[in-house]
């Protein structure tokens, strides 16, 4: 069974997700909406958080979700950081066939485990799969850019898609936007389904869209 994903972000009115200005503890104040038992990232996203700065007391909440990053170059080496911690009990590593071997020891020697799934790039869909048959996972919760996203909706695979909408224009040419798939520019539209619109405190709009997924 494919678990039950729902994209997860902060976005400018012109959906951009570059230079906001966020009110952090309001978006993640959120989050506990849907109980999530996993949340998906990529190791692009895990790269850019400054995990280098960043340090806890050493402990860890069992009942927090698993921490599942999409790294089929073998790219992340932070696992040690991460999980376990407060935020996540465990770290998964998504890799592929081709994925070295000599990081993938590595990542395991990190306390983290490892899916396979995929030869030239992570099978979303087998990966998915793979979480909840190995460890039950029944929602996943997506924090990373655009890329993954983009590889996510492209594939039919999620479920819903949560928007803070912040109250500030962007403007520019970065390809810093909430959905990349230059595939679909000239195809069809993506209908969604409107759940829920909130005002929350200075003036962002959280917007929630139910979307028809492949099964």
Known sequence: MIPYVVIHTAVSVDCRMDRLDVDMEQYYSLIPTWKEDCTLSSSQTMLQAGLEEWEHDGSSDPSAPLLAVVDGRGRFNGWKKV??????????????????????????????????????????????????????????????????????????????????????????????????????GGGAAMDAELMSVERLDGGSVWLRYRLKRDQ
């Open 83 to 184: 999980a376990p911690s407060p935020f996540w009990r465990k770290g998964v590593a998504l890799s592929t066939t081709r994925t070295p071997k000599e990081h993938l020891e590595l990542v395991r020697g990190s306390g983290a485990d490892v899916i396979v799934a995929g030869d030239e790039h992570v099978d979303l869909r087998a990966a998915l799969e793979e979480l909840n048959v190995r460890y039950g996972v029944g929602t996943v919760r997506v924090d990373s850019g655009g890329t993954l996203n983009g590889v996510l909706l492209r594939a039919g695979l999620v479920s819903e898609v949560s928007m803070v909408m912040q109250p500030q224009l962007i403007g520019g040419r970065s390809p810093s936007s909430f959905f990349i798939a230059d595939d679909l």
